[in-house]
């Protein structure tokens, strides 16, 4: 009995070790979140790095002038960060030009008509279609219409996105086929041309772009109109039959050879392993790109630049790649992994920033299923750290981008700041750095480097 007691007591004091133990390096951790965030929030770079980048480079979509710019500018900030590496990485990406400015107008039968806000979408060609509009407010209705129905019209899609979805990015995605495949599934049924509802859950005269896919189905005229005009184009035809002319000048060229910017500190202990941080260079070409996704740009580079300042020398190397093309193509996430599954690296994780530069929430993660659970209850165990600063962790989504990793068994990881805005902004004119709260966007940075410095530390 007197050595089961002896037992007892050492198990009790190796217990109270560990988590005196545990205790102290929490109080250490804290600590340092603590000066991330006081660093980021007194000496930050990332707001006037969006300034200039959303200003002086805006409209950057991939193969145009200003993608290369913002290429150049973007690589110049890394080489003054101190950092071990800096270079370009070559990919592949569409050549895409909206060309002169859109007319689109609705003529009712008696011969009276109103100008519509539109914007051509991404990677559609140029044309012009005068037709009666047919309404519909799903792929499935045109496929049900057919083409006795559907043949010689211009059709309307306008489902509106789902306004009870408290994450909007829940909404976008119950809505946006409308805009990616609703153009192709017209043609295949013999439209002439198509007019889709903007993806915001905003009622405003400013249409929205964003890419649509035809693949083997013919190109017709595809345009978004704003809500405002969607909703009084809906109206008019409860009246009557109208007419829309459509005249687009886009065109899609050859594709053309870009880069992803890539910075790195090397790890001391594991260099390789890499834990990457990142976001997306390009944006559409009617804004300034400053929520989408200049913000996930400089986040990236903000993380680099305060563990530099800091003097923190990680264990793991820690990567910022900007990628190109993930708005109409995705060239330069695909060229990004392709390079790195052929050179045998491995991303322990992977963070994408691509909601814009609101307040943060929290982040969701996602990996192969037989991984997820146990990774995931360690990333869990950091929430002590995170939750003061309003974070969370959820099973979910991370980005496009940094998807094509997955297969590499890491950890993906998609920032989440509060999307309750960022629709308003999403793929139009009034994307600029004035949308962007200079506080919250460095909040965000100070979230992402807060979450990658635990992951340094402890790994997964």
């Known amino acids: 009995m007197q050595n089961y ?10 217990i109270f070790s560990i ?39 805006g409209g950057r979509l991939a193969g145009s002038a200003n993608a290369d710019r913002a290429v150049i ?28 400015k859109e007319e689109v107008k609705a003529f009712f039968l008696n011969g009276q008509l109103r100008p519509l806000q539109a914007t051509a979408l991404g990677n559609s060609t140029g044309g012009k279609a005068k037709a009666e509009v047919i309404e519909v407010f799903s792929l499935e209705e045109v496929e049900k219409l057919g083409r006795e129905k559907i043949e010689g019209k211009i059709v309307f899609y306008n489902r509106p996105m789902d306004p009870t979805q408290i994450r909007t990015f829940n909404a976008y995605g119950g809505a946006v086929d409308q805009r990616g495949r609703g153009p ?27 890419v649509t896919i035809f693949d083997e189905d013919k190109p017709i005229p595809a345009v978004a109109i704003s809500t405002m005009d969607a909703d009084w184009l809906s109206a008019q035809m409860k009246t009557g039959a109208v007419e829309i002319s459509l005249e687009t000048h886009s065109q899609l060229l050859p594709d053309r050879t870009s880069h992803n910017v890539i910075g790195e500190i090397k790890g001391s202990t594991n260099p390789e392993k890499i834990i990457l941080v990142g976001g997306h260079l390009d944006s559409w070409d009617i804004g300034g790109g400053a929520h989408d ?25 820690i990567r910022c790649v900007l990628f190109m093309n993930e708005e109409n193509g995705l060239g330069g996430g695909l060229a990004y992994a392709d390079a790195s599954n052929e050179n045998g690296e491995y991303h322990m994780a992977a963070l994408e920033s ?54 590499q068994r890491g950890m993906l990881i998609g920032f989440r700041p509060d999307s309750q805005r960022y629709f308003d902004y999403h793929h139009t004119k009034e994307d600029t750095i004035d949308a962007v709260n200079q506080r919250e966007l460095e909040l965000g940075a100070a979230s992402i480097t807060a979450l990658i410095y635990l992951i340094d530390n402890y790994g997964l």
């Not at 600590?31 to 660093?39: S, T, V």
């Not at 690589?75 to 060309?99: A, F």
């Open 184 to 210: 192709a599934m017209a043609s295949r049924f013999g439209a002439v041309g198509t007019v889709v509802r903007s993806m915001t859950t905003k009622t405003d005269m400013i249409p929205h772009t964003g």
């Open 354 to 407: 691509d909601a814009g530069g609101f307040t943060p929430r929290g982040f969701s993660v996602d990996a192969e299923n037989d991984i997820f659970a146990e990774r995931f209850k360690k990333m869990t165990d950091w929430l002590p750290l995170l939750e003061p600063y309003g974070l969370s962790l959820s099973k979910g989504g991370s980005g496009a981008d940094i998807n094509p990793l997955k297969s």
């Open 19 to 57: 988590n005196i133990a545990l205790a102290q390096d929490q109080g250490k951790d804290a600590l340092f979140i603590k000066d991330i965030y006081n660093q980021i929030l007194t000496d930050g770079d990332c707001y006037d790095w969006l300034s200039r980048l959303s200003t002086e480079y």
């Open 5 to 14: 007691r002896i037992l007892f007591y050492v198990l009790i004091i190796n």
């Open 73 to 100: 500018f973007t690589k110049s900030i890394l080489d003054t960060l101190g950092l071990d590496k800096v270079y370009l990485q070559e990919c592949s990406v569409p050549h895409w030009e909206r060309g002169a």
């Open 293 to 317: 996704d200049g913000s996930g740009c400089v986040h990236a580079m903000q993380v680099l630049r305060t563990m530099k300042k800091l003097n923190y020398q990680p264990k793991h190397t």
